[in-house]
C-alpha cells in the first residue's frame, strides 16, 4: 500500500525539493532507500542536497557532492523519478576561506553537472563558526557566478527564534544538540535576515530559496514583505511543525498566503537515507523521522479542518484543505518548472573528481574526516569512478 492510499491522499504528484544522504552507508544501501522513498511516496521528483559539513548527523564528507552526482546518474537512468542535485561547498575556516577559493568550489560544481547549490551556513551554529555575515565580500564572486548562471541556491536561514530566548523554553533534547542561541555569542535572528536582505539587494536575479519557510510563520508581515519585495524569493515547505501550528492557529490567514504564493512555494521532507530497521518500517518504506513528513505535509494541505489530529509537542493540528490548483503547484509543477529536464553530468569530471577525492583522503588530506569512515567512503569513489567510466 502506498503513502496515498494510506492516508487517504489526493491522487496528485509530489516532487520533494529537501532530501540529504547524511548518514555514512554504501552508495548502493542510500540507492535502495531512495528507490522504495520514490515508489512509497509516488515521487515524479526529488532533488538530493549536499551537505559537506555543519550537520548534526555527520560533521564533514568532502565526497558528499560527487555522491549526490552517481545517486542522480542512476536514480534518472532507472526512470522512476528525476532526481535533480545541489551541490554544497566547503568551509576551512582559516586562510584558505578566500573569495577565490569559494568562486572556484561552485565553479567545479557547475563544470560536474550540479542542478543547484545548497547552503547552511544560515543556521546558527555555522553563522557563529563562519565569524562574519553572509553578506561578507568574501562570498560575492560566489554569489554572482550562481546569479549569472541562473542557478538554483537553498539556504537554511537561523531556527525558530524562540531559539534565542529564556533557555527553559527549549525541551532538553534541543539543548542538547546545541539549538540554544540565547547566550549572547550568536548573531541575532533579525541580524541574520539582515544580511540575507543585502544578499538579495545586490543580487535580485538570484534564484535563492530558504528553508522551512524560514521560520517565520510566526512572523505573517515579515514574510511578506520578502516575497513582495525580492521577486524571484521563494520558500519551502519543508517542517518544523511549529508550522503547521502557525497554520492551525490561523487557517485563513495562512491559506490567503498560500493561495497567493502557490506559485513560489515548494515541498520538502528533509528525508534522510535511513530507514529503521523494523520490519514494518521497511515494508512501508517509513523513513526515520521523515516519512512522516510528508504525511504530515500532505494532512495539513489536503484534509479537512474536522480531520484534526494531535502532534507532539504542538497539541491539535488542524488541516487547511487547499484546493487542487494549489497543491499542484507546491508539490510538483514549481520543482519541475525550475529544474526542468535537469543539468547533464560530466562524466569525465566527475571521474577526475572522485580519483582527486580517493588519492587526498588516502594521504590525509582532510583532518576533519572521521577516519573511521575511510574505507567505506574510499569504495564508495571507486563505484563512482567504474560507473561514470
Not at 492516508?7 to 552508495?27: C, E, G, M, Q, V
Not at 537554511?156 to 540565547?182: F, S, V
Not at 518544523?240 to 502557525?246: E, I, L, N
Not at 577525492?357 to 573511521?372: I, K, Q, R, T, V
Request: proline share 6%; hydrophobic share 35%.
Amino acid at each position: 500500500m502506498t503513502n496515498a492510499e494510506l492516508n487517504n491522499f489526493r491522487p496528485l504528484p509530489i516532487s520533494d525539493t529537501h532530501i540529504h544522504y547524511l548518514y555514512a552507508k554504501p552508495l548502493e544501501e542510500s540507492l535502495g532507500i531512495f528507490k522504495t522513498f520514490i515508489e512509497y511516496f509516488g515521487m515524479k521528483s526529488i532533488t538530493l542536497l549536499s551537505i559537506a559539513q555543519g550537520s548534526g548527523h555527520r560533521g564533514f564528507d568532502p565526497t558528499c557532492n560527487i555522491k549526490g552526482l552517481y545517486l542522480k546518474s542512476r536514480i534518472n537512468g532507472d526512470g522512476a523519478a528525476r532526481a535533480y542535485v545541489y551541490g554544497s561547498p566547503i568551509h576551512f575556516y582559516d586562510e584558505r576561506d578566500t573569495a577565490e577559493g569559494y568562486l572556484s568550489q561552485v565553479e567545479k560544481m557547475y563544470e560536474l553537472g550540479v542542478d543547484g547549490y545548497k547552503l547552511l551556513d544560515g543556521k546558527p551554529a555555522m553563522r557563529k563558526a563562519l565569524g562574519k555575515p553572509l553578506c561578507d565580500p568574501v562570498f560575492e564572486g560566489m554569489y554572482e557566478f550562481i546569479e549569472q548562471k541562473g542557478m538554483p541556491l537553498k539556504i537554511h536561514m537561523n531556527d525558530p527564534r524562540k531559539y534565542w530566548g529564556p533557555k527553559e523554553l527549549l525541551t532538553p533534547g534541543q539543548i542538547a544538540r546545541g539549538w540554544w542561541c540565547g547566550d549572547g555569542t550568536y548573531p541575532t535572528f533579525d541580524e541574520v535576515y539582515g544580511e540575507l536582505e543585502a544578499i538579495l539587494t545586490r543580487h535580485p536575479k538570484l534564484k535563492l530559496c530558504i528553508a522551512h519557510m524560514g521560520y517565520l510563520t510566526d512572523d505573517y508581515p515579515h514574510a511578506v514583505r520578502l516575497l513582495e519585495q525580492f521577486e524571484n524569493l521563494t520558500f519551502d515547505l519543508t517542517p518544523g511543525a511549529a508550522t503547521f501550528k502557525s497554520f492551525t492557529d490561523n487557517p485563513e490567514l495562512w491559506s490567503e498566503f498560500l493561495e497567493r504564493y502557490s506559485h513560489r512555494i515548494f515541498l520538502g521532507s528533509d528525508t534522510y537515507n535511513l530507514i529503521e530497521d523494523t520490519e514494518e518500517n521497511v515494508a512501508r518504506g517509513i523513513f526515520e523521522r521523515s516519512g512522516g513528513r510528508i504525511t504530515l505535509v500532505r494532512r495539513m494541505l489536503e484534509h479537512r479542518a474536522e480531520d484534526s489530529f494531535e502532534y507532539a509537542p504542538f497539541g491539535t493540528l488542524r488541516p487547511i484543505n487547499l484546493p487542487d490548483g494549489m497543491l499542484k503547484n507546491i508539490y510538483t509543477e514549481n520543482a519541475l518548472r525550475l529544474h526542468g529536464e535537469g543539468r547533464e553530468i560530466n562524466r569525465s569530471a566527475a571521474i577526475r573528481e572522485a580519483e582527486r577525492l580517493h588519492y587526498e583522503l588516502s594521504h590525509g588530506a582532510y583532518p576533519e574526516f572521521n577516519p573511521e569512515e575511510l574505507p567505506l567512503e574510499l569504495s564508495n569513489l571507486e563505484l563512482i569512478i567504474k560507473h561514470f567510466s
